[in-house]
C-alpha cells in the first residue's frame, strides 16, 4: 500500500466513523436489538473480501478452500441478517396501524 | 483499470451510500424497515460488482459457498425464535468475525511475502480481532443458549494469565510485523488470539451480556475495517467502521446503564463475588393471591409493567400482552418502562413485546417512565430484579450503587412476578421485594400472567 493510498484510506475511516457516530446515536433505544442485527448484515460485505479468495485468479488452492469456508459465513450473515432484522422490524407496529389490522 | 473494475468500484461507491442511509432510516420505526431495503440493494450491487470485475476464474467455491450460506442464512432468518435472538446475534458475530480472520489468512497465503509494512499492520490486527471475536462469541452464544454453564468462570490469577494472553498475542503481531517470513509467528498469533477470545468472555456472568455482545459487535466490525484496509477496499473499511462504532457506541450505552466502567466488566467478575454490604434488607416478603392482584390491577387508573430477563425466559410475552389489553379494555393505562440493561441483549425486551404485538408507542425508556412513577397505582415487575433494586440508589456500599434504575417502588403499589424466593442471578438481595408496598406474585411468570388475564375478565 503506498501512503496515498494508506492516507486515502485512514480519511475514510475517519469520516465513517465521525458519520456513524452521528447516525447511530440517533437510533432510539427501542430499535437497538435491529440495529445490532442490521449492521451485522451490513458488515456481511466482507463477503466480497472473501468472494475474491474463493475464486479469483492469483489464489491458490488452500486460499481458495479459506475463501469458500469465509463466503458461506458471511452469506449466513447477510441472508441470515438482513432477513432477521426485518422480520424484527416487521413486528413493531404503531397504535394506528395495529387498530387498521384488526378491523 | 479495465472498465469492469470501475464498475466494481461504481457499486462499491452505491452500497456504501446505502448502507449509511439504511442505518439512518434506523432512527425512527417507520423508516427502518425501506432503509433495510436500501442496504440490501447495495449489498447486492456489491456481490454482483464483484462476481463481474473482480477477475473470477473459479466459480464452483464460489457458487457452492453462496448457496449453503444462503440456505443456513434464510433458514435462520425464518426459524430462529425472537427469544433465541441474543444468542442467533452472538453466533453471527463469531461468523462475521470468522469470515474476516480467514480472508486475512487467505491474504497471508496468497501475498504474504509481497506485503508492505502498512498492510501486515492492519492484517495482523483483522487477525487478532477476528480470531478472538470468533471464539469469543461462540463462548457467549454458548452461554446464551445454556450449553455452557452461564456463571462467570473464575481462577485465581485469572486477570493476570488474560493479560499475559493478551501481550503475546501482540507481542506476535508485532514481531510478524518486522519478520514478514515469520510464517510460525503469524499462526501462533491466530492461535493465541483464538484463546484470548475465550479466555476473555468466560469469566464474565448473563447479566453483563449486554456489554459483551455489544463489544463483540464492535469487535466483528472493526475485523471487518481492518479487512478493508488489507485489501485496499473502501466500501469494507466503511461497512466494518459503522459496525464496530455503532457496537462501541451501544457497550458505551450499556456500560452507562449499570454505572460501570468497561474494564469493571471485563476484569471485575461480577456476581461471583458478594458483598455482605447487602444483606441487610431482611424482613418479610408479602404474598399476594391471584384474585386480589387481579382485583388491584382491574380497578386502577394506571399500571406500569416492567420485564426482565424472566419474561423471555418464561416466553410471556404474549399473556403480558393479553392482560394489556384486557386492562386497556377497562380504561386502565397501560405502559411498559423498560430499562437499557433488561434482558440480554440491547433492545431485548423491545422485540419481545413488539413480537407479541404490543404497539411501541406504549414501550418507555427508564428516563420516560420514571416520572410517571409516582402517579402509577400499580407497578407489576417480571422477572426482572436489579434493574428495578431501589439499593442501587439508596444504598452507597450496594455492588449496583450508583446504577441507573426503573423506580418502581414510587409507585403506589408493586406487584412482583417471580419464579421463587431466592436471589437474582447476580444474588444481589433485593429490598424492594420487602417492601410494604410490594407483594410478591409467586410461580411461571406466564401461568401466572395468563391467570391474571382471566381473573380480571370475570372481575
Known amino acids: ?103 | 483499470m479495465s472498465l469492469t473494475s470501475y464498475f466494481m468500484e461504481a457499486t462499491y461507491l452505491i452500497a456504501s451510500i446505502l448502507f449509511i442511509f439504511a442505518l439512518k432510516g434506523m432512527s425512527h420505526p417507520e423508516t427502518a424497515r425501506r432503509g433495510m431495503f436500501l442496504a440490501e440493494g447495495g449489498m447486492f450491487a456489491a456481490i454482483v460488482g464483484t462476481l463481474i470485475g473482480a477477475h473470477i476464474v473459479t466459480w464452483v467455491w464460489i457458487i457452492v459457498g453462496l448457496l449453503v450460506g444462503s440456505i443456513i442464512g434464510a433458514w435462520m432468518a425464518i426459524w430462529v425464535p425472537m427469544t433465541a435472538m441474543p444468542q442467533r446475534t452472538a453466533l453471527s458475530h463469531a461468523f462475521g468475525a470468522l469470515a474476516a480472520a480467514l480472508v486475512g489468512i487467505g491474504e497471508f497465503i496468497a501475498h504474504g511475502t509481497e506485503m508492505g509494512g502498512v498492510t501486515r499492520g492492519a492484517l495482523g490486527f483483522e487477525i487478532m480481532l477476528g480470531s478472538l471475536t470468533t471464539t469469543g462469541s461462540l463462548i457467549a452464544a454458548g452461554k446464551l443458549q445454556g450449553i455452557i454453564y452461564g456463571k462467570p468462570v473464575q481462577f485465581r490469577g485469572q486477570n493476570i494469565i488474560n493479560l499475559g494472553t493478551f501481550l503475546i498475542m501482540v507481542g506476535l503481531a508485532g514481531f510478524f510485523w518486522i519478520h514478514p517470513d515469520a510464517v510460525i509467528a503469524f499462526y501462533s498469533m491466530l492461535g493465541v488470539a483464538f484463546v484470548f477470545g475465550v479466555l476473555l468472555v468466560i469469566p464474565i456472568g448473563s447479566a453483563d451480556m449486554p456489554v459483551v455482545m455489544s463489544l463483540l459487535n464492535s469487535y466483528a466490525g472493526l475485523a471487518s475495517a481492518a479487512t478493508g484496509f488489507v485489501l485496499g477496499n473502501n466500501v469494507l473499511i466503511i461497512a466494518g467502521t459503522l459496525d464496530g462504532f455503532s457496537g462501541f457506541i451501544l457497550s458505551v450505552l450499556m456500560c452507562k446503564a449499570m454505572n460501570r466502567s468497561m474494564t469493571n466488566v471485563l476484569f471485575g467478575g461480577f456476581g461471583a463475588v458478594i458483598a455482605e454490604s447487602t444483606s441487610n434488607a431482611g424482613g418479610v416478603m408479602r404474598e399476594i393471591s391471584l384474585d386480589d392482584a387481579a382485583m388491584q390491577l382491574a380497578f386502577a387508573n394506571q399500571v406500569v409493567f416492567v420485564p426482565g430477563y424472566g419474561l423471555a425466559t418464561a416466553q410471556a410475552q404474549h399473556a403480558v400482552r393479553e392482560l394489556a389489553e384486557l386492562l386497556e379494555e377497562r380504561g386502565v393505562t397501560v405502559r411498559f418502562g423498560i430499562h437499557p440493561v433488561a434482558g440480554r441483549m440491547p433492545g431485548h425486551m423491545n422485540v419481545l413485546l413488539a413480537e407479541a404485538n404490543v404497539p411501541y408507542s406504549s414501550l418507555y425508556e427508564m428516563d420516560q417512565i420514571n416520572p410517571e412513577l409516582p402517579q402509577t397505582d400499580v407497578a407489576v415487575v417480571i422477572g426482572a430484579n436489579d434493574v428495578v433494586n431501589p439499593d442501587a440508589r439508596d444504598n452507597p456500599k450496594s455492588l449496583i450503587a450508583g446504577m441507573p434504575i426503573i423506580e418502581v417502588d414510587r409507585a403506589k403499589s408493586v406487584i412482583v412476578l417471580k419464579r421463587g424466593q431466592g436471589r437474582g442471578f447476580s444474588g444481589l438481595e433485593n429490598p424492594l421485594f420487602f417492601k410494604p408496598c410490594t407483594s410478591m406474585l409467586y410461580g411461571d411468570a406466564k401461568s401466572s400472567l395468563t391467570h391474571l388475564a382471566q381473573a380480571v375478565q370475570h372481575v
Open chain 1, 1 to 103: 500500500m503506498n501512503p496515498a493510498v494508506l492516507i486515502a484510506s485512514v480519511y475514510v475511516f475517519a469520516l465513517a466513523a465521525f458519520l456513524g457516530y452521528q447516525v447511530i446515536s440517533r437510533v432510539p433505544p427501542l430499535l437497538h436489538t435491529p440495529l445490532m442485527s442490521a449492521t451485522n448484515a451490513i458488515s456481511g460485505i466482507s463477503l466480497i473480501g472473501s468472494l475474491v479468495l474463493a475464486g479469483s485468479k492469483g489464489y491458490t488452492m488452500p486460499a481458495h478452500i479459506l475463501g469458500f469456508v469465509a463466503v458461506t459465513t458471511a452469506t449466513v450473515n447477510v441472508v441470515g441478517g438482513f432477513g432477521l432484522t426485518d422480520r424484527m422490524l416487521k413486528m413493531f407496529k404503531s397504535r394506528n396501524a395495529k387498530k387498521e389490522e384488526t378491523k
